[in-house]
């Protein structure tokens, strides 16, 4: 089975431009998460999502952080206008509701830099 | 108060040697699993093992064993026969509420440098 595909991997662009990160969950996983991570403050999760529909996004920063989860096989996370401030590393994970372990598998990462 | 709680910045370790990674936490939840996640220079987050509050047993996945003490509320990660290519960055993470599926968020430690030296 294929992994969390995200895309871009890497993203350079400048400050004021609009980022659009994208996400494949793992087929049959129900649940989507959106994380942030910098130096400064780890690992934070910006949202999440539970069969397509956002349940709790008191993780992101600001109205320019937007997500969307259309269908069950992908999910994007805007930012509009960028600043600097934003550049991290974006990782989608995904996981199945209520297994045993209920482990989130994560994606390999966007890496975005904000000119 | 910080939910997961790991002391150490930074581990060095000789390989073939076991190394113990720290890890404490913090919850009143009855209900709860523990997580260990490898980061890789490469960046992606890698899921190693897998502790629940009610296991009646400390998890093992190969050279990874989780020394489970729920009393003193730690989950130390236990790498075993160290290799080089476990050097990595070792997250620890809290879920609460796991029986009723309600609790959802994954809370992360700050993380744990390890260095395998020859």
Same mark, same amino acid.
């Given at each position: 089975?294929?992994?969390?595909?995200?895309?871009?991997?890497?993203?350079?662009?400048?400050?004021?431009?609009?980022?659009?990160?994208?996400?494949?969950?793992?087929?049959?996983?129900?649940?989507?998460?959106?994380?942030?991570?910098?130096?400064?403050?780890?690992?934070?999760?910006?949202?999440?999502?539970?069969?397509?529909?956002?349940?709790?996004?008191?993780?992101?920063?600001?109205?320019?952080?937007?997500?969307?989860?259309?269908?069950?096989?992908?999910?994007?996370?805007?930012?509009?206008?960028?600043?600097?401030?934003?550049?991290?590393?974006?990782?989608?994970?995904?996981?199945?509701?209520?297994?045993?372990?209920?482990?989130?598998?994560?994606?390999?990462?966007?890496?975005?830099?904000?000119? | 108060?910080?939910?997961?709680?790991?002391?150490?910045?930074?581990?060095?370790?000789?390989?073939?040697?076991?190394?113990?990674?720290?890890?404490?936490?913090?919850?009143?939840?009855?209900? #709860?699993? !523990?997580?260990?996640y /490898?980061q890789?220079? *490469?960046?992606?987050?890698?899921?190693?093992?897998? @502790?629940?509050?009610?296991?009646?047993?400390?998890?093992?996945?190969?050279? #990874?064993? !989780?020394?489970?003490? /729920?009393?003193?509320? *730690?989950?130390?990660?236990?790498?075993?026969?160290? @290799?080089?290519?476990?050097?990595?960055m070792y997250f620890c993470a809290?879920?609460?509420?796991?029986?009723?599926?309600?609790?959802?968020?994954?809370?992360f430690g700050?993380g744990?440098?390890?260095?395998?030296?020859?």
């Open positions: 089975d294929a992994g969390v595909i995200q895309s871009p991997r890497h993203e350079v662009t400048e400050m004021g431009q609009e980022v659009t990160l994208r996400c494949k969950p793992i087929s049959g996983h129900d649940y989507l998460f959106w994380y942030r991570q910098t130096m400064m403050r780890g690992l934070e999760l910006l949202i999440y999502f539970n069969n397509n529909v956002p349940i709790d996004d008191s993780g992101m920063p600001e109205d320019r952080f937007s997500a969307k989860m259309p269908n069950a096989s992908f999910s994007t996370l805007k930012i509009q206008p960028s600043e600097p401030r934003d550049s991290a590393v974006y990782f989608c994970a995904s996981r199945q509701g209520r297994t045993s372990k209920e482990t989130q598998y994560f994606g390999p990462g966007t890496r975005l830099l904000v000119l | 108060a910080q939910k997961i709680t790991q002391t150490q910045p930074g581990m060095f370790v000789q390989e073939k040697e076991a190394v113990t990674l720290d890890c404490t936490y913090d919850t009143s939840d009855p209900s #709860y699993g !523990l997580f260990w /490898k890789p220079s *490469s960046g992606e987050m890698i899921f190693l093992i897998y @502790q629940g509050s009610y296991d009646q047993q400390n998890a093992t996945e190969g050279r #990874y064993s !989780l020394n489970f003490q /729920k009393a003193r509320k *730690s989950a130390n990660l236990v790498i075993s026969a160290s @290799q080089l290519g476990d050097s990595a809290m879920r609460e509420d796991i029986l009723t599926g309600g609790g959802n968020k994954l809370t700050t744990t440098q390890l260095k395998v030296e020859l």
